[in-house]
């Protein structure tokens, strides 16, 4: 059950009694989580002079993102931005909800996987004028990849932050305790390669650890799910017009085998439910997770670990599953034209002034002023930097991804818990594709 302790604070609009028209009501409460996100945004009190800033960026990368906007608050800007973190499950829902009714924020987030829907559902705007009347040219600062990923029939419709993907991270002492070397992780090159190491560790390990952390469901047995299908040589899921299922339906069947063996061989106890924190209390041996963790894997006191690419398994080619954070301008009818300009200007700042603070959660930042900085290099982030060439991202240009992978999730996560046999399975990741076609 989630933990929520009520704010009543003057700062937080929670006990103040308004008088309308005659008549007494009270302000809506703001609700917050325990983690500081926040249930009901449209709650919170924004200054008039403030940009509000709806973010989510919780976990990991969440203090590092909020010392991005305290360094540029330290700049004092006209429009100083308030940022508001909500729960990451509910963001997009929340976001869109917001803004048809005419409550959304100045500035918010949006995976590129999910651009294409917000622009073309109205719920983000172009900047292109915005960035004209400002005179900032992007090429300076950005890959043309990155700029084209924004870009929806010739208008930019946000800034690029980052490229995240799925890596593989290891803990130094448990390997030495099995005999692994950090050159053997580094050398795999086949499943087979991989799980001689998973055997290895399994024999070795005390009691209640596991060779890899991940849960039975969610996010991360798909993203491995994914990366190891693409690897064994599987066609995009759709075609480009997205009106078609192309799934490779013997490659993801054997995809999902795969990923299902781990479990059965016992290399991934029963009942983690989370997986970075079972990592950081030095109970795994491996986790793949995302980029966003390293930073606050590297504030873990007594944690002796080390991240590398998603490993080769199967093929040629070392394809892992990456998307990328934006930073965007929701419609707002309520913010002003002068407003919007410094929207604008915060989200520029925060890509290329903060993207060196935000190498430190562990994302491969966007902005060229920091990706190609030696500080950046000296990083634990930027061993994971060659992951751009082998990034398999979501297909653009469609409205239909959100929901496809939602299904895919729960068809995956059916025959990870022993719900759905294979066969099942195999038919329930297919509909999850058809069921969401343009």
Not at 336 to 365: C, H, N
Request: charged letters at 25%; aromatic letters at 10%; hydrophobic letters at 40%.
């Amino acid at each position: 059950m989630k933990i929520r302790k009520k704010l009543l604070s003057m700062l937080l609009t929670g006990a103040m009694v308004l008088s309308m028209g005659g008549m007494t009501v009270m302000a809506e409460e703001v609700d917050m989580n325990e983690d500081g996100t926040i249930n009901n945004p449209e709650a919170v009190e924004v200054a008039d002079d403030e940009l509000s800033f709806w973010s989510l960026f919780t976990g990991g990368d969440g203090e590092w993102f909020g010392k991005i906007v305290e360094d540029y608050n330290a700049t004092s800007p006209a429009n100083p931005i308030k940022r508001i973190t909500l729960v990451w499950a509910d963001y997009y829902t929340k976001l869109q909800t917001a803004v048809a009714t005419g409550n959304g924020p100045d500035i918010g987030v949006s995976h590129v996987s999910k651009l294409y829907e917000l622009a073309d559902t109205g719920v983000v705007e172009p900047i292109t004028d915005q960035l004209d009347e400002l005179g900032i040219d992007l090429s300076e600062y950005f890959s043309q990849e990155s700029i084209d990923s924004v870009t929806i029939d010739d208008d930019i419709y946000a800034i690029p932050l980052d490229t995240h993907s799925e890596v593989m991270y290891y803990n130094l002492d448990l390997l030495e305790q099995a005999g692994v070397t950090e050159d053997d992780v580094k050398g795999i090159k086949s499943a087979e390669d991989f799980e001689a190491i998973c055997a290895k560790l399994k024999e070795a390990l005390p009691e209640g650890s596991s060779v890899i952390a991940l849960p039975t469901n969610g996010d991360d047995p798909f993203r491995i799910w994914y990366a190891v299908y693409f690897q064994m040589g599987g066609a995009n899921f759709v075609n480009d017009g997205a009106t078609e299922c192309t799934l490779d339906v013997e490659k993801a069947r054997a995809a999902m085998e795969w990923v299902k063996s781990l479990y059965d061989n016992g290399y991934i106890l029963e009942g983690i439910d989370d997986q970075t924190a079972f990592f950081q209390a030095g109970k795994a041996a491996f986790n793949f997770g995302g980029t966003w963790v390293t930073g606050n894997l590297e504030a873990t006191e007594g944690l002796n670990f080390n991240n590398t690419t998603f490993p080769l398994l199967f093929g040629d080619t070392p394809y892992c599953w990456s998307d990328s954070h934006t930073l965007t301008i929701p419609v707002n009818a309520d913010r002003t034209d002068e407003e919007t300009l410094e929207a604008v200007k915060f989200i520029v700042s925060a890509s290329v002034d903060g993207g060196i603070t935000w190498a430190g959660s562990g994302q491969i930042p966007s902005a060229l002023k920091a990706n190609e900085s030696d500080e950046y290099k000296a990083m634990k982030g930027y061993n994971v930097v060659d992951e751009l060439k082998y990034s398999k991202y979501a297909p653009l240009a469609s409205n239909y991804y959100g929901g496809m992978k939602a299904d895919l999730i729960t068809a995956l996560d059916g025959y990870w818990q022993n719900m759905d046999d294979i066969d099942t399975a195999c038919d329930n990741v297919t509909a999850a594709i058809e069921d969401n076609l343009d």
